[in-house]
């Protein structure tokens, strides 16, 4: 098990502040990733071995062992197929007795089965997505034609939306009321439950949906000479318009995704690595963008070890 990590405070630039302790003690857990721990092979490499874990914001980690590793044919294990939503709150994977889509949610530690909904085996399923609240469930496999395939499910009636041939699910707003999804040419807005088309864009426009259902936003850098300069991109689908936001990160950190929640907050994920006798450390950090100064608050950091494979961010 992964024990608690305490990370000092950034002390280095004004453009960083940190949560305060009190705040930070009354959050509600959630679910910083999910993996498989990892087993030594004999050429002294590593495989991904034991059940599925999920590794909360509180320090627990939470082993599922009825969770579904395997994608036919074969029994040939390769990772767990699991989503993490974007705020954290639920996970969602299938039971391995049964094959049974289940809701796992941080709040109550408490999961719940979806008994209309199960593994599908005309795919070999490769992934997951799910909505926040987590009533739509995105599972993508390839079928034996090989083409790529994704539904989405409604897991409150159990009705299936399956998107057009070579789509994937990318993003849902935090309400969970669109979803923004696409292939290589083509970006689409969703209004789930009746998946009807309410925007259609160039690819260009891919990013995490704000709680108005059209604007987007994701992380941007670029490099000149020595300099390396991060922002985060925000896009309306509807008029085009774009903006950037200029962000302050520590030498060594990578922006990986943005994200928004319900309130509108905008948040950024980054990754540094590091190596301590040998061993890679990665740490990832949740800073939440002030829009108006450009400040960066530090909402959360974790390291994951390379023991754990497989692993899945929320977010």
Not at 60 to 69: C, D, E, T
Not at 100 to 121: H, S
Not at 169 to 186: L, Q
């Amino acid at each position: 098990m992964l024990s608690r990590v305490a990370l000092a405070a950034a002390t280095a630039a004004a453009a960083f502040m940190t949560i305060p302790q009190a705040e930070a003690a009354a959050a509600k857990p959630v679910i910083r990733y999910a993996g498989l721990g990892s087993c030594l092979q004999t050429d002294g490499g590593r495989q991904p071995c034991g059940p599925l874990k999920l590794w909360l914001s509180d320090g627990r980690v939470v082993a599922l062992p009825g969770a579904r590793r395997t994608v036919a044919p074969g029994e040939y294990t390769v990772a767990a197929v699991v989503a993490v939503s974007q705020d954290g709150a639920q996970a969602a994977y299938f039971a391995g007795k049964d094959g049974v889509l289940t809701i796992w949610e941080a709040a109550t530690g408490r999961a719940r089965e979806i008994p209309a909904v199960t593994w599908p085996d005309d795919l070999q399923m490769n992934a997951l997505t799910l909505a926040p609240g987590g009533r739509f469930v995105g599972m993508r496999g390839v079928n034996a034609a090989e083409w790529e395939i994704e539904r989405v499910v409604d897991t409150t009636s159990g009705k299936v939306f399956t998107l057009p041939r070579g789509y994937q699910s990318w993003d849902f707003s935090p309400d969970g009321k669109r979803m923004m999804a696409g292939d290589n040419r083509t970006a689409v807005l969703y209004a789930t439950g009746t998946w009807s088309v309410k925007l259609r864009r160039s690819v260009y426009m891919r990013g995490d949906l704000a709680p108005d259902g059209v604007t987007v936003a994701s992380p941007k850098w670029t490099k000149t000479g020595g300099t390396v300069k991060n922002v985060v991109l925000t896009r309306n689908l509807a008029t085009a318009k774009k903006s950037s936001i200029p962000i302050r990160l520590h030498a060594g950190e990578e922006a990986l995704k943005a994200r928004w929640d319900r309130a509108g907050h905008l948040d950024v994920l980054t990754r540094s690595d590091r190596h301590v006798h040998g061993d890679l450390r990665r740490t990832h950090t949740w800073y939440r963008v002030n829009r108006a100064t450009h400040q960066l608050r530090r909402l959360d950091s974790f390291v994951i070890p390379s023991s754990v494979g497989g692993y899945v961010l929320a977010g």
